[in-house]
């Protein structure tokens, strides 16, 4: 599996879990990823239930480091990079 099938597999499970989420993305390495994630402050539990399993298989069976950052959207308001 590649960063970007990764990248998009986690995505698809973000919006999945909070469809109105914004997602902002930081490459860190070849195997690296960063996915800052607004969305509404209750949306939280249910992205992290989605994804977790999926982050942990991505990292000890392809040793993708993918992480998942979750930001409350009324408090914190994502910038423009990285933007998708």
Known sequence: MTLD?????LTNLVLGASPDAVLRYKKRGSDELAIRVYAPADHEDAIREATRERSIALLTEHDLDVQILIYDISTSLPTEEGAE
């Open 5 to 9: 099938e990764a990248k998009t597999e």
